[in-house]
């Protein structure tokens, strides 16, 4: 099967700067794709060259199977929903969403009806008359996604694309993003720096750092079995452990990673006990959780436990424990 | 400060403030006045009588519609050129960077930083250089170096505040380049060129060293004026002229101060 977006040793650079540095990456049809990394770590760039508005220094991009090098972002069957939206300010929202259509020269009537249909999959009937400095956010939001998706795109990009908007919302455009996806069967990439947006919304996930792909997984893979100590560290809370440590539980000696809700926290002496001896310097009540910090003998150590469990008091002696198989070996070797 | 505002102000600074404004201002309500004089060689107070006769005698004057004429056609054509001229270049300086960018927005604003008399000495001794001979074109030339400013400045303002993202975002929905200029950039400057375009329109309508340096033969209105000025003859005619030129210049600038104010609320209106 053709992928529907295709990378082959991509490099984009700025002078010295290796935005994005020798890339392979493929992006199957009808994927939701996330591209995860802090800022600088050339996931917005790569959005940028499969878009259009950054042409590839050396490798070559193929959408759908068509070369993309060379070809202007107003020829590329693949539209973008921009962090700051970029609606027209001068246009009211039906002109705003009908716009892609206008160019390429549908009539009126009906290029007013697939904007309507539009606005109404994003939830927003009957607002075509209304300017877009008369919407909150989260409608913005909306028009902008509608206005990419009236050009039925083979693939809709989305930059940091609810960034913008406060928790609640963002929680609710997580779900109806991914519902949207799902209906539609349009492939979507989107880029961001939130690990749990990341993991909650998109099938596969590619962990960026320093213009290269660290890891390209599922998330239960990406959340799991992180390859190296970046992925480990940047999504979410993973213990790191380091060779010395792994080597007493595994027998080999490479990085590994524990989730902190694998560690099982008992209060006494490590005497006797097969466990790990540490001493409990602070307590996070996080709701459902309590996040525990711990100090074994030098090392920090992060341990989740539900809400409801019996808390050792902070500075006391504990035990930790947990089963060697969720013990994760990284890639990276010592 | 905000209490300040339902303060009313002492006294003395209500006197010194209004003594201000009408010495600003009674000067210009005086012109006004003597154009309905019945006294046509000197300017008498109090009038010796009031007549409407010189505004027909004006109408009647070959010499008031040569340099009206002139006036209008010269500042027409320099605010046609600085509008071209002067969106291209804030274009390239806002919307792109390059070696020299910061060196090209200030010579662009030179002009109206240096005196009007080395641009115009400049410019008469580079036509007489060049062997161009004075005509209409200097004086269009010599008017289109400052009003080229000031339709950059309002022009570089406006791309400014807009957004650079929606000018990707039009060639992402499938517009070019020439669809992006007509359907989202030209929309959104629209108000700032048109501002612009009449700043300059009144700038070059009275302008004075620049074009005695650059004209022949040929009078713009407050070249005739001043010749007017220095020949007492049917004087109130000037008066009259004066009164046209304010509604002609003032008019425009007020109309552009509200369009940008609007601009604001426009630009704005998108974040």
Request: net charge neutral; aromatic share 8%.
């Amino acid at each position: 099967m053709t992928a529907a977006v295709s990378f082959r040793q991509v490099s984009r650079h700025f002078g010295a700067v290796r935005a994005v540095d020798a890339l392979d990456l493929d992006i199957a049809p009808g994927e939701f794709f996330a591209m995860l990394g802090p800022s600088g770590s050339g996931k917005t760039t790569c959005l940028r060259l499969i878009a259009g508005f950054e042409q590839p220094t050396a490798g070559a991009i193929s959408i759908f199977g068509e070369r993309a090098e060379g070809v202007p972002p107003y020829r590329r069957n693949v539209n973008t929903v921009f962090q700051d939206y970029a609606l027209f300010p001068h246009l009211n929202v039906l002109d705003n969403v009908a716009y892609g259509l206008m160019v390429k020269g549908t009539a009126k009537a009906e290029r007013y009806r697939s904007a309507e249909e539009a606005l109404a999959l994003v939830r927003l009937p009957g607002y075509g008359a209304r300017r877009p400095g008369q919407l909150s956010g989260g409608q913005r939001q909306r028009v902008a996604l509608a206005r990419a998706l009236v050009n039925q795109p083979k693939v809709l990009l989305l930059d940091e694309p609810l960034g913008a908007l406060d928790l609640k919302l963002r929680e609710d455009m997580q779900e109806e993003l991914k519902s949207l996806q799902k209906a539609l069967g349009i492939t979507f990439v989107f880029v961001t720096h939130d690990q749990g947006e990341a993991l909650s919304m998109a099938d596969r996930v590619a962990v960026f750092n320093e213009g290269r792909i660290m890891q390209v997984g599922a998330p239960q893979d990406i959340y799991q079995k992180p390859a190296t100590r970046f992925v480990a560290d940047f999504v979410g809370s993973s213990n790191v452990l380091p060779p010395d440590f792994v080597q007493r539980w595994s027998g080999q000696r490479r990085w590994g990673s524990l989730r902190p809700e694998a560690i099982r926290v008992n209060r006494g002496d490590a005497k006797g006990s097969e466990g790990v001896a540490a001493r409990l310097v602070g307590t996070n009540y996080l709701g459902a959780t309590t996040r525990l910090a711990l100090d074994a003998d030098g090392l920090r150590l992060h341990a989740v436990v539900p809400a409801g469990s019996a808390l050792p008091e902070e500075g006391e002696q504990v035990v930790l424990s947990f089963n060697r198989e969720s013990l994760h070996l990284m890639e990276e070797g010592a | 400060m905000r209490a300040d505002r339902n303060q009313s102000a002492p006294l003395p600074l209500k006197i010194a403030a209004t003594c201000g404004l009408l010495f600003l201002h009674l000067p210009i309500l005086l012109i006004f006045v003597y154009a309905f004089t019945t006294e046509e060689k000197t300017f008498q107070w109090p009038l010796p009588g009031f007549t409407l006769q010189w505004f027909g005698v004006t109408w009647n004057r070959p010499d008031v519609w040569a340099a009206l004429s002139l006036s209008v056609r010269v500042a027409a054509i320099s605010t046609l050129i600085a509008l071209i001229l002067g969106t291209l270049c804030s274009a390239a300086v806002s919307r792109s960077k390059f070696f020299g960018r910061e060196a090209i927005s200030l010579l662009v604003i030179l002009p109206i930083a240096l005196p009007g008399i080395i641009t115009g000495i400049a410019l008469r001794s580079a036509f007489s250089l060049a062997d161009i001979p004075f005509s209409f074109w200097t004086i269009v030339l010599g008017h289109a170096t400052f009003c080229v400013v000031v339709v950059y400045n309002n022009a570089v303002a406006r791309f400014r505040r807009t957004s650079g993202s929606m000018i990707e975002a039009s060639y992402d929905l499938g517009a070019d380049g020439f669809q992006t200029f007509r359907h989202v950039v030209l929309p959104n400057i629209a108000t700032a060129l048109l501002a612009g375009g009449m700043l300059a329109f009144a700038l070059s309508f009275d302008e004075v060293i620049v074009t005695t340096f650059t004209a022949g033969q040929q009078q713009t209105v407050p070249i005739w004026m001043l010749e007017e000025l220095i020949r007492p003859r049917q004087r109130p005619v000037t008066n009259v002229v004066a009164m046209v030129v304010v509604l002609v210049t003032l008019l425009p600038i007020l109309f552009a101060y509200y369009l940008t104010r609007d601009g604001d609320q426009i630009a704005g209106s998108g974040k």
